[in-house]
């Protein structure tokens, strides 16, 4: 199992993916909003989306849990 982390802060402007969802290595998982830009957060391994733990709208830190896959 692996956890993806936000790498920055920002805001979660669309969730791209669903639990029990199969993902693509370096598929999108959230698009982020962080100082104006728009940064797309993908897998870093092909697997199964097993909980999402963000919402569209809601504030991330650097380092918050977004996404578990396995």
Not at 20 to 36: C, F
């Amino acid at each position: 199992m692996a956890v993806v982390k936000a790498e920055m802060a920002g805001k979660v402007l669309e969730v791209c993916v669903t639990e029990g969802q199969i993902v693509a290595e370096e598929q999108d998982l959230i698009i982020v909003d962080s100082m104006k830009m728009q940064i797309p957060v993908g897998a870093p391994q092909g697997g199964t989306v097993r909980k999402v733990f963000v919402a569209a709208e809601q504030f991330l830190n650097e380092g918050d849990a977004i996404v578990e896959l396995s």
